[in-house]
Each structure stands twice: as C-alpha cells, then as structure tokens.
C-alpha cells in the first residue's frame, strides 16, 4: 500500500491549497480515506474524513473553508483548503486502513504566512 500526498507549499494567509494524494495497493473506492495534520511536539489531528460512499466530516476548526473529495477513477484523494490561516500550519498527511492496519502517506508541509 503507498499513499503519495503533494500539494503543500508556502501561502499567505486568506489563500488556498489543493492537496492530493494518490494511492496504490488498495481497492479505493472500496476504502474510506482521512487527511490527518500535524505540528511539530503536537498530536496528530483529524482534518477531515470521507468514507467510499462520499460521506464526508471535517473538524470543527477547518469546517467551511476545507473540503475533502475523492475521485475513483484516480484513485486519489483531495483536500481543497480555502481561507488558510496560520494555525492551519502543518504537515498534512493521508491515512487509510487495510486489513485493520493504517497506512499514512508521506506528509506534505503546509506552511500559511501571516
């Protein structure tokens, strides 16, 4: 299984990103997928969640200005984050689980100047 998340960069507050992360070695339409962030000396968090059946669920902090998709024939997630602020800093990471184990992408370094 390999989840290849990109998209981060450096942004000023008020802008915008689209992180995509694209997967291999599951059956993605079958498989419900999160984007997790993380600080650094911080626990990772929840972001968002979306199951296969396009449910989605967001955090209460990014609700409104982040939106999750997926799209089956890619075989890849997204996270369209809008309105970035600097507390959205992080490295954002793609997570799903197989066979009751987790898999986590890379990470990819969102920084959001002030």
């Known amino acids: 299984v390999q989840l290849q998340a990109s998209g981060g960069g450096l942004v000023q507050a008020g802008g915008s990103l689209r992180l995509s992360c694209k997967t291999s070695g599951i059956v993605f339409r079958l498989n419900a997928m999160a984007w997790y962030r993380q600080d650094p000396g911080e626990q990772r968090e929840l972001v968002a969640h979306?199951?296969?059946?396009?449910?989605?669920t967001y955090a209460e902090s990014v609700k409104g200005r982040f939106t999750i998709s997926r799209d089956n024939t890619r075989n890849t997630l997204y996270l369209q984050m809008n309105s970035l602020k600097p507390e959205d800093t992080a490295v954002y990471y793609c997570?799903?689980?197989?066979?009751?184990?987790?898999?986590w992408g890379r990470g990819t370094l969102v920084t959001v100047s002030s």
């Open positions: 979306i199951t296969s059946g396009h449910s989605s």
């Open positions: 997570h799903t689980t197989r066979n009751d184990r987790d898999y």
